[in-house]
């Protein structure tokens, strides 16, 4: 099989092709850009690999687009060259060998087929020919062309090996399989069961890189059930395996947690692909567990696991070093939150749905993404009444936010300017006023509007014994 007049239209070969031959180096391109040809897939990053020196062909191949910089990496003897809207990637061709405590290979000078053979799967290992004899000709040792067809994920070499070599290989092929749908060879996942605990030697960085691909998928739970029935998940995220299962008493059972969160994942997925918003999800239940109790009348309960998962969030984001910032933040608010809009259901008040609002501010829609993900059901028709009800919810909140504005919620007088009119050091009195003021917005007892809260704050004032300063009152 050939690409010859693919790669002829896009000038980027051309040149490599031109420089790889002033070098003498026979230069091929491999990897994902091959594999997502295949697959009519776009892929921007393009990685070229040569019988020689990468860093030198990067280094000419630059100066003939133009002279563009070439970012080298001498440690791994890799060179990058970022061309229009695209990544060039080149290295020269190496073999590899691994010791056991290590995933960083020992790395000597090899053939092309030596190369595609310490590639992680055979999708991954097919490469075309950019030499003037054969160029464009598709070189697939290890049939991945089959496999594409096939869809299924396997190493080239024996999946023990590759997957003991570097522990992250079997995270990267539940990855591949969730983002192309593909299944996982028999024995290329055997070979995952063998060597889960492996994964110890991969530090958490480069794990939930690869975790978070998987959530960005568009059917992410395909890649959790993977992980889970692998065994991969528990090494990494015991807190989701402990959402897993039934438990039965007095004829009375919960629901497995741990489907039902894969379930709202997925209703999420559907309608965001904010990665943050799916974490939200993936968490939202995360303190069931830690908060489940049997009671003889109400059967099981799981009373305040959302302010328990809340105060989890920081803990789970630290050990899986995801953000410490702002993006944790949102997760914790929306766990925190994500039972206030359902129990709106049943009783809707407009003092309710305004603390709602003030306290979701402006994630308010990415917390009903979720909320409205989180109704599940084997019972379609209590789905279908629950969604209706909670749609008039969601009218409401539209309704009070369009007259009130409470989302962007401000103060309509701050501190400093009771501080100002009444001429009074900083304490609990200036506290106390403002707090004053917020409840009488939410409880609707004055508008969210200046005139309103600045004559409750001249009551509230003269209530506790203070007096506006003379230059305030001609003012």
Sequence with gaps: MEFKDHLLADSVFSHVAAAALELGYPAFVIGGYVRDLLLDRPNKDIDFVCQGNGIVLAERVGARLGNVPV????????????????????????????????????????????????????????????????????IDPFGGLTHLKEKMIKTPLDANITFSDDPLRMLRAVRFAAQLSFDIEADTYEAILKNVTR????????????????????????????????GLLKQFFPEMVALHGVEYQDNKAHKDNFFHTLQVLDNVARVSEDLWLRWAAILHDIAKPATKRFDKEAGWTFHGHEDKGARMVPGIFRRLKLPMNEKMVFVQKLVRLHLRPIALVKEVSDSAIRRLLFEAGEDVDALMILCRADITSKNNDKVARYLRNFEAVEQKMKDLEARDHIRQFQPPVTGDEII???????GPVIGEIKEAIKEAILEGTIRNARPEAFELMLKLAAERGLVLNEKSKHN
């Excluded at 695209?86 to 000597?108: H, M, N, Q, T």
């Excluded at 978070?212 to 059917?219: D, L």
């Excluded at 100002?420 to 900083?426: D, G, S, Y």
């Design 199 to 230: 994964l110890e030697i991969i530090s958490m960085e480069r794990i939930s890189t690869e975790l978070n691909k998987i959530i960005s998928t568009r059917v992410p739970s395909y890649g959790f059930k993977l992980l889970f029935h692998s």
């Design 71 to 138: 970012s080298v990496f001498k440690n791994f003897g890799t060179a990058m060259i970022k061309w229009q809207d695209r990544e060039l990637e080149f290295v020269g061709a190496r073999k590899e060998s691994y010791r056991r405590d290590s995933r960083k290979p020992i790395v000597e000078e090899g053939t092309l087929e030596e190369d595609q053979q310490r590639r992680d799967f055979t999708i991954n290992a097919m490469a075309l020919s950019l030499q003037a004899a054969d160029f464009g000709k598709l």
């Design 420 to 426: 100002r009119l009444f001429n009074v050091p900083p």
